[in-house]
C-alpha cells in the first residue's frame, strides 16, 4: 500500500504498525509525487494525508479518480469539519479517518474496504439510454454527459451493476460509504434525491424508483 504523509514522524509510525500487521508499504512525503508511483506499483490501497505540500489531498485524489485509479483511498487529516469530510468522499475517497487515530482502526477500515472485494472496473455499464463508464468515471444519459460528485456516481454504479434490483439501504451504504457518520443519517435519501435530480428529472424520466420499506431500484426496461 501506499501511504502520502508528510509528517515524518505519522508516517514512519504508520509504516512501521502496518508492516507488523503484514502489510508491504510504500511512504512519500509530497503529493506531487504520489501519481507516477501509483503508476509504476500496482497498490492495494492508498492512505492520503489532506495537508500536503506542492498540491494538497483533496486535489490529488481527485487527479487520481480523474485519471482512472481506482485503489481504494483513505484520507487521514486533523481537519475534523463535517464539510471537510464531505469534501474528501465527494473527490473519490472511500473513508475517511481524523487524527488522532488509532493504529487499529486503520486497520479495521482497511479490512472492511478489502472485504468489498475486487474492484472489476472497466466494462461500460449501460440501462436504456444510461450509460456509466468506471474506468473513466463519467456518465451519460442519450449523448449528453451529466456531472457527478464521487458519492452519487458509487450509488449509481451500484444501481447500474444490478438493474432492476432493489438495492436495500445497508447495501446502498456499503457502496458508498464505510464506517461514519453517515451511517446514522438520512445520506442514502439525500442522495438518491441527488441522482434522480441529474439522471433523471432533466430528461423527463423517473427510472430511479423507490420501493417502500425495502430500499431503490433502476428500472431494468431502460427508458420506458
Not at 81 to 108: C, Q
Not at 120 to 132: E, F, I, N
Not at 135 to 158: D, P
Request: hydrophobic share 45%.
Amino acid at each position: 500500500m501506499l501511504v502520502v504523509e508528510d509528517d515524518r514522524k505519522m508516517a514512519a509510525a504508520m509504516r512501521r504498525g502496518l508492516q507488523a500487521a503484514g502489510l508491504v508499504v510504500d511512504v512519500t512525503s509530497s503529493g506531487a509525487d504520489a501519481p507516477w508511483m501509483v503508476d509504476a506499483v500496482e497498490y492495494q490501497a492508498i492512505v492520503l494525508d489532506v495537508m500536503l505540500p506542492e498540491i494538497d489531498g483533496f486535489e490529488l485524489c481527485r487527479r487520481l479518480r480523474n485519471t482512472g485509479v481506482n485503489v481504494p483511498i483513505i484520507m487521514v487529516t486533523a481537519r475534523d469539519a463535517v464539510e471537510d469530510r464531505i469534501a474528501g468522499l465527494d473527490v473519490g475517497a472511500d473513508d475517511y479517518l481524523v487524527k488522532p487515530f488509532s493504529l487499529a482502526e486503520l486497520l479495521a477500515r482497511l479490512r472492511a474496504l478489502h472485504r468489498r472485494g475486487p474492484q472489476h472496473k472497466g466494462a461500460l455499464l449501460q440501462v436504456g439510454s444510461l450509460k456509466l463508464d468506471p474506468a473513466t468515471r463519467r456518465v451519460w444519459r442519450n449523448e449528453v454527459e451529466i456531472k457527478l460528485s464521487g458519492k452519487e456516481f458509487a450509488l449509481l454504479e451500484a444501481f447500474m451493476s444490478r438493474p432492476g434490483a432493489v438495492l436495500g439501504y445497508q447495501t446502498l451504504l456499503d457502496a458508498g460509504w464505510d464506517m461514519g457518520y453517515e451511517h446514522r443519517s438520512n445520506v442514502v435519501e439525500v442522495y438518491v434525491r441527488y441522482l434522480r435530480e441529474k439522471i433523471d428529472r432533466p430528461f423527463g424520466l423517473a427510472t430511479l424508483e423507490t420501493v417502500r420499506g425495502f430500499g431503490y431500484r433502476l428500472r431494468d426496461n431502460g427508458d420506458e
